[in-house]
């Protein structure tokens, strides 16, 4: 099965902080590299899907970025709304596999 | 509104058997590939099954395989997980997630269901 690694696991920033989450896998996955954003007690949003499309109704703030076995989402400005976990997930084999997670906090 | 509604969860014995629904409801539940992901209490997000659009085509994680069985009524518009030989690390909020897959966006889970929660102890 492929790897995922994030991260880093969890991340302290303060409101208006650009915000960067890394995702290597095991082996290359070419573009087929999802975002999800959680909330506590929620399900899992699609924030990005393909490395770097945004998902409708996703705010511009957020972005991606990366091929093969290293990617990144981007927060450009921390919002108050934006702390929570987030996930990468690959979709390139045919058993799909998420990272540990990153727990973004205020600072 | 596109929705999935899991169901079946509860409290089960080491050993025990249970089965998830998942309900789908406002989308051609039939055209599309279906998921199961689960989330055990405080960790991340764990993948468990996938399966195709006509239920002929099924994958499992390996910490599932051989003990869980995924499958679908699209006459009924519901997915199922039918879990067995259960053991207390499954405990974990379940849910169903739809897959879109399009030649230029690739696959992923774009509609996920609120979850539904199993939990193994004597």
């Known amino acids: 099965d492929i790897q995922m690694t994030q991260s880093p696991s969890s991340l302290s920033a303060s409101v208006g902080d650009r915000v960067a989450i890394t995702c290597r896998a095991s082996?290359?996955?070419?573009?087929?590299l999802n975002w999800y954003q959680q909330k506590p007690g929620k399900a899992p949003k699609l924030l990005i899907y393909?490395?770097?499309s945004l998902q409708s109704g996703v705010p511009s703030r957020f972005s991606g970025s990366g091929s093969g076995t290293d990617f990144t989402l981007t927060i450009s400005s921390l919002q108050p709304e934006d702390f929570a976990s987030y996930y990468c997930?690959?979709?390139?084999?045919?058993?799909?596999?998420f990272g540990q997670g990153t727990q973004v906090e205020i600072k | 509104e596109v929705q999935l509604v899991e169901s079946g969860g509860g409290l089960v014995q080491p050993g025990g058997s249970l089965r998830l629904s998942c309900a789908a409801s406002?989308?051609?539940?039939?055209?599309?590939?279906m998921h199961w992901v689960r989330q055990a209490p405080g960790k991340g997000l764990v993948w468990v099954s996938r399966?195709?659009?006509?239920?002929?085509?099924?994958t499992y994680a390996d910490s599932v395989k051989g003990r869980f069985t995924v499958s679908r009524d699209n006459a009924k518009n519901t997915l199922y997980l039918q879990m067995n030989s259960l053991r207390a690390e499954d405990t974990a909020v379940y849910y169903c997630?739809?897959?879109?897959?399009?030649?230029?966006?690739?696959?992923?889970?774009?509609?996920w269901g609120k979850g539904t929660t199993v939990t193994v102890s004597s």
């Open positions: 997630a739809r897959e879109y897959y399009g030649f230029w966006s690739g696959y992923y889970m774009d509609v």
């Open positions: 082996q290359s996955i070419s573009s087929y």
């Open positions: 393909a490395t770097s």
């Open positions: 399966i195709s659009s006509a239920g002929s085509s099924t």
């Open positions: 406002e989308f051609t539940f039939s055209s599309y590939w």
């Open positions: 997930q690959q979709s390139y084999s045919t058993s799909w596999t």
